[in-house]
């Protein structure tokens, strides 16, 4: 049975016993109860390598029989399943056995189609998740499967092959074009563009012959939208030949589903209906269309902008209608943009027209955006503050207004300009009822004055006919400074607070700047969205630069506002809906930051909340930018205190370690690498000699091999590693062959190769060399063989870095002995092929990486007598070497890499890793090996001097030999340092 011991279970038999006990245990992850949960779900993990799994899996959702709900928690479980291990990583081994990738794609398009809905739903992701990987290469059929079942006429079977196809063909919508990406539409459109204009045509004349039949209709309708949709991702990249010859069969007909009436399409309830969700796809298409195919699309301009112009007039304010009066705004707008088309827009009855018919409506608070802001105001932050309002009245009304000011800016300033007196007036004459005028003007005014916007500057181009200081002076300081009615318009109080932010590097910086005492008196707002915008615009106003790249807000302006600032951020956690506010904590981090010195008398007080905000996020951490800047503003505390008193890190100690280590000991997977960061940094401040005893108490834990499965905890992991190895080395030595097995399992890997160099060049660097005789040729061993196994740029950098810092610390006799131990002669093939070969050196990247390799190399080159003896083995290895050091010198960095290693560079993209947050604040300071050494050109000057000293008439002779340009250059070390050859 499926109990069987783990360990001995590979083959899962398919038979009806297994798939009872299978259920048993998809049943117990539905338990809220987390301990009967919880070994569910881990058991069920635990045997999914196993031969058969998958399919048994499907072979449950086969069965007639049986519990809705287990099914479709079987759906999700194998989807999930897919999801982690249909896609191989590099060096991953793969978890599924051949057999049963094929078995999966033999069974799975049929019995997607048969089952009910939420089942379909789940079974049709992971046929897209399988077909990111395989199709079309490895799955060549699953196009012609799924055409072939057009023809059933069972529409739950089509609409089940159309969102199948759907979510396959989504992503050419979003790619980048490559010959790969083309190739494969290439061969969709070949298979699936015909049968799909087929589909589409028939399911019209269905919907003709069905008009009465309500139910009928919304199947049909349903359909329809999905075939709009699939047209869109088919015709994104590029116009496709076959369906430039189609206009004809879709345009009118899309037409037509824009301009029909059936009043068995409408519904009741405030969701959008079939009928709503096809007419926002068709304005998606045609948008696209009349955006990216305008000569094509020429014919059939006038009548859908007159269509699209009408059913904006017919469509109410309803909550169900946005999305499609989104999409048909933004078709006007893109219509708007096109230079072809300002003929359509150019009289100035017309502009009026949109602006008030359109644009004022569009933009006015309705009711149900009031709620919005206060009962959901996350919801509203989102697409107010983070732009994710892409679908929203609002954003297609702005985006109208940019269109049309591209080629009309002065009348529609003019124009709006009346509008926006008239808003202002309104409000001024009865505030209490007309609020959401001024809400509505200022709205307006945001999009008149836009241009193009950055998230780090906000606003960086402005409508110079809009004065936005005078507005700001006029309009919204004084909304913005008067708090006595801050309760009584919270949606004044946001868009005034949204006003300073959005434009803060257009206003004077001194208006800017006189904000921060309203803002943070804005903090103490009982209303979510007030002082979530309050704490978004001080983050942004504390990073601001003045023209000099300084800080605009010293340190000095700010502490006397500390005290209010960080009292009221702090109480902010404990208004209703914020307790975990990612705004406010990154406020909290940057008034830390902008603060320095000035907040170390406050921490005292403020430790303590923040250590209980971590232990309450290490309960269920569903935050992950709150956690960050979170473990920022602890990392920024200790870092801050102990820059002038690096004793005070074991105050932090104290406080964190026993929160630190309920999270290792609970495995909070969110927040292990954040923990060994901060970790690390506390235990650098230690002074060498000395790892205290609560760290090392964890030293072998570290070393645990499941650790060092998950990506986001190698890079943390090894900065701890090597903190202990350079903070306690004498403590750490009994672990060296745990370390060397980590090596072992780093440098096997092409993705995480470098950082078991840095934990090798570690121990070289602190390590008593004679603690490591035993194991080092072992060690170049492995090193040698990755080298043969797979050779990689990145791998041979980092190799010669290793062999330099052997080198400086052993001597070059050291690596020679070790190289040709392990096969007499390899030392000059190393030197052939790795160091003097297609200078390679060129390619070593970093300043201390590079200063490394030049120290290291003119050690190797001056203090090694089998270089520099006449008699010497390697003798004739000395002028290449020289050669090769120069051009470090002087030659430009070679940053080129073969074609077939295109996969990310870690040293070029700094802090980048799989699902690992770098805490900027706790960054590692760069240990530098060689930091005694000024300027390397001078040490290889003196040392050649030095060496020259003992064997006179031997040097001076061999540097005639050097080319032209490269002997030029030796002679300017000389001369610079003084010194010259005997």
């Known amino acids: 049975s499926l109990l069987q011991e783990r360990q001995t279970l590979t083959i899962m038999e398919v038979n009806p016993a297994n798939i009872q006990q299978l259920a048993v245990y998809l049943q117990q992850t539905l338990s809220p109860q987390a301990e009967v949960r919880k070994p569910a779900e881990e058991f069920l993990q635990s045997v999914e390598c196993n031969l058969n799994y998958p399919v048994l899996l499907l072979s449950l959702l086969n069965q007639e029989a049986g519990d809705a709900n287990i099914k479709v928690a079987g759906a999700i479980t194998f989807k999930n399943y897919i999801k982690r291990n249909w896609a191989v990583a590099e060096d991953a081994p793969d978890k599924i056995h051949a057999a049963d990738r094929n078995q999966v794609k033999t069974l799975i398009v049929d019995l997607m189609l048969k089952s009910p809905g939420p089942v379909q739903k789940q079974l049709s992701q992971a046929i897209a998740i399988i077909g990111q990987q395989d199709f079309p290469a490895k799955w060549e059929s699953l196009v012609p499967d799924l055409v072939n079942r057009f023809n059933t006429g069972d529409f739950h079977i089509i609409n089940g092959v159309l969102q199948t196809a759907l979510s396959i063909f989504e992503k050419y919508s979003i790619e980048f074009k490559s010959q790969k990406l083309w190739e494969e539409i290439k061969f969709v459109l070949d298979n699936f563009a015909k049968p799909l204009t087929d589909l589409f045509i028939q399911t019209i004349t269905l919907a003709g012959q069905h008009a009465n039949n309500k139910d009928a209709l919304k199947v049909i309708f349903g359909s329809l939208a999905i075939i709009a949709k699939i047209f869109y991702c088919l015709n994104y990249q590029d116009l496709p030949e076959y369906f430039e010859d189609q206009m004809a069969a879709w345009m009118p007909r899309f037409h037509d589903l824009l301009t029909m009436s059936n009043p068995l399409l409408e519904t009741d309830d405030d969701e959008p209906g079939v009928l709503e969700e096809l007419r926002s796809q068709i304005c998606d298409n045609i948008g696209l269309y009349a955006h990216k195919y305008e000569e094509e699309f020429q014919p059939y301009m006038q009548q859908f902008v007159t269509a699209v112009w009408n059913l904006l007039l017919a469509t109410g304010p309803n909550t169900k209608y946005d999305l499609l009066v989104s999409n048909a705004i933004q078709f006007l707008a893109s219509v708007a943009d096109r230079p072809h088309y300002k003929s359509l827009f150019e009289d100035p009855a017309v502009l009026g027209s949109i602006c008030e018919k359109v644009i004022v409506p569009n933009m006015e608070m309705r009711e149900c955006d009031v709620e919005l802001f206060e009962d959901n105001a996350e919801e509203f932050i989102r697409r107010d503050l983070e732009g994710s309002d892409v679908d929203t009245r609002r954003r297609a009304a702005c985006d109208l207004v940019k269109g049309l000011s591209r080629h009309f800016e002065e009348k529609i300033t003019g124009i709006f300009g009346m509008y926006v007196k008239t808003m202002l007036d309104s409000f001024n004459s009865n505030p209490a009822t007309n609020w959401k005028s001024k809400d509505a003007a200022m709205y307006l005014v945001t999009s008149l004055a836009t241009r193009a916007k950055t998230a780090k500057h906000g606003i960086t181009q402005t409508n110079q006919l809009v004065n936005l200081s005078e507005f700001c002076s006029s309009h919204v300081a004084p909304e913005l400074n008067n708090l006595a009615n801050a309760a009584q318009f919270p949606i004044l109080k946001a868009d005034c607070v949204k006003y300073i932010m959005t434009f803060r590097s257009q206003l004077p910086p001194d208006t800017v700047k006189a904000s921060l005492p309203s803002l943070v008196h804005l903090l103490k707002s009982p209303s979510v969205v007030v002082h979530t915008y309050a704490a978004a615009a001080i983050d942004k106003i504390l990073i601001m630069k003045d023209t000099e790249g300084k800080a605009l807000v010293k340190s000095a302006e700010l502490a006397p506002l500390a005290e209010d600032l960080l009292k009221n951020l702090f109480s902010a956690f404990d208004l209703p809906g914020s307790s975990e506010n990612e705004y406010v904590m990154k406020a909290v981090m940057r008034s830390f930051s902008g603060l320095q010195e000035a907040v170390v008398p406050y921490l005292a007080h403020l430790l303590p909340p923040l250590t209980n905000k971590l232990t309450q996020a290490a309960k269920n951490p569903t935050r992950p930018h709150y956690n960050h800047y979170l473990f ?245 290895q000395f002028l290449p070497l020289l050669t090769t050091l120069i051009a470090l010198f002087e030659l430009p960095e070679d940053s080129t890499i073969p074609d077939d290693e295109h996969f990310i560079e870690i040293e070029d993209t700094p802090g980048y890793q799989t699902a690992y947050s770098q805490l900027i604040f706790a960054g590692k300071p760069d240990s530098d090996p060689v930091a005694g050494v000024g300027d390397p050109k001078q040490l290889l000057a003196s040392s050649l001097a030095k060496l020259s000293s003992t064997q006179p008439g031997r040097l001076a002779p061999m540097m005639s030999q050097l080319q032209e340009q490269p002997k030029q250059f030796l002679q300017a070390y000389l001369t610079q340092a003084g010194v010259q050859l005997h």
């Not at 505390?637 to 929160?659: D, H, M, T, W, Y």
């Not at 905890?713 to 900065?719: A, M, Y």
């Open 632 to 876: 920022e503003s602890l990392s920024l505390a200790i870092r801050i205190v102990c820059k002038s008193n690096p004793g005070a890190v074991q105050n932090f100690e104290q406080v964190l370690f026993p929160v630190f280590e309920e999270i290792l000991k609970t495995d909070v997977q969110e927040f292990v690498p954040y923990v060994f960061q901060i970790m690390s940094l506390m235990l650098e401040l230690h002074s060498t000699g000395s790892v205290p005893q609560p760290y090392m108490a964890l030293f072998s834990f570290l070393l645990v091999p499941l650790l060092w499965e998950r990506p986001a905890n190698i890079h943390p992991l090894v900065r701890l590693l090597q903190a202990f190895i350079s903070r306690g080395p004498g403590q750490v030595i009994e672990q060296i062959s745990g370390l060397l097995g980590v090596f072992q399992k780093l440098i096997a890997s092409k993705s995480n190769d470098h950082e078991g160099f840095y934990l090798l060049q570690s121990m070289i660097e602190h390590m008593p060399p004679e603690a490591l005789t035993t194991y080092m040729k072992q060690v170049f061993i492995v090193l040698f063989q990755r080298l043969t196994s797979s050779k990689t740029t990145k791998y041979v950098k980092s190799l010669l870095v290793f062999f330099f810092v052997f080198t400086i610390k052993n001597g070059g006799s050291s690596l020679i002995q070790m190289v040709d131990g392990i096969q007499p002669g390899m030392f000059g093939m190393v030197c052939d092929s790795l160091i003097v070969k297609d200078g390679t050196v060129q390619k070593i990247s970093g300043t201390t990486e590079k200063k490394i390799s030049a120290v290291g190399l003119t050690k190797l080159l001056t203090e090694t007598s089998d270089i520099v003896s006449t008699s010497g083995k390697y003798s004739t």
